[in-house]
């Protein structure tokens, strides 16, 4: 059981960080400003998650470990309503003051 | 004012979930806990001044209804994940953004803001702006693919906030 629940958490994590490291790859290659935050603000989120809920299943390992687990629980509601917002902030932004999205075929920026 | 009432009590609850010493015969802890019923109240005077609540639909409602729903957005989050994800390693760069305008029919600002949230969270969009005269938003997405998907989760919304799905 206790293997089993290790093995779990390690593919938690593993896909936690790709996920993540798909995010800043992402942030690389896409072509201009507004591509570049759907990765940022989708996978980001993703991987927040994925991290939390392996930590989730490691606090089951101890005493009151229910109380991490609580908290945990609030951090992701949060990061759920937080990451989004922010997102669209900074998108909305970059709408108001006149950046032009990118068009298939154009030179990226 | 009931509203508010239920606003402290759930600050409250949640200021003891997160600090967790809540032993009234230890020094530190009762000073601890002052703090937390000062914040609190603190918190929901300044939402009474600003007058937010007041505004809301039915917010109780709205939570209770929100684990279902949440199931099912966790999940689009995960389906909509992979295919940015996708897009981000394939060795061509295969994205098709556009700008599109998608209307809703939601009443209070709450499921308004739950709908803006979760098209950011899903299938390749994200919500640029919000026309509240025309209730319309301006959405950007990566490939034109998302449009049934957004009336799909609006109509979603719209079981949240209690009413029919319009139209």
């Known amino acids: 059981m206790q293997v089993f629940l290790d093995i779990v958490v390690w593919v938690l994590l593993i896909a936690g960080g790709f996920f993540s490291l798909t995010a800043a790859v992402g942030v690389l290659r896409f072509p201009d400003f507004y591509t570049r935050l759907h990765p940022a603000g989708k996978n980001d989120t993703l991987g927040v998650l994925l991290f939390c809920s392996a930590m989730l299943i490691e606090t089951m390992k101890y005493d009151y470990g229910y109380l991490v687990a609580g908290r945990l629980v609030l951090m992701v509601l949060f990061m759920l309503m937080a990451s989004p917002i922010a997102c669209h902030a900074i998108t909305q932004a970059a709408y108001v003051d006149g950046l032009r999205p990118w068009k298939k075929g154009e030179p990226r920026r | 004012m009931l509203r508010h009432l239920i606003l402290f009590v759930v600050l409250c609850g949640f200021w003891a979930a997160l600090s967790g010493q809540l032993d009234w015969t230890v020094p530190s802890q009762r000073y601890l ?15 009474w001044r600003v007058g937010f609540l007041e505004k809301e639909g ?3 409602m709205i939570a209770l209804r929100q684990p279902p729903y949440l199931v099912w957005l966790l999940w689009q989050i995960i389906i909509s994940n992979w295919d940015v994800a996708v897009r981000v390693w394939k060795p061509k760069l295969d994205v098709d953004p556009s700008m599109i305008k998608t209307s809703y029919s ?5 499921a308004v803001a739950i709908f803006a949230n979760s098209i950011t969270l899903t299938p390749g969009t994200v919500t640029v702006d919000i026309d509240s005269k025309n209730r319309e938003f301006l959405v950007h997405q990566l490939s034109s693919t998302g449009e049934d998907g957004l009336k799909f989760m609006h109509d979603k919304v719209a079981k949240l906030e209690g009413g029919e799905a319009a139209e």
């Open chain 2, 33 to 47: 806990m002052g703090c937390g019923l000062v914040s609190c109240a603190l918190t929901t005077l300044l939402m």
């Open chain 2, 58 to 60: 039915n917010f109780v």
């Open chain 2, 106 to 110: 939601l009443k209070s600002e709450l």
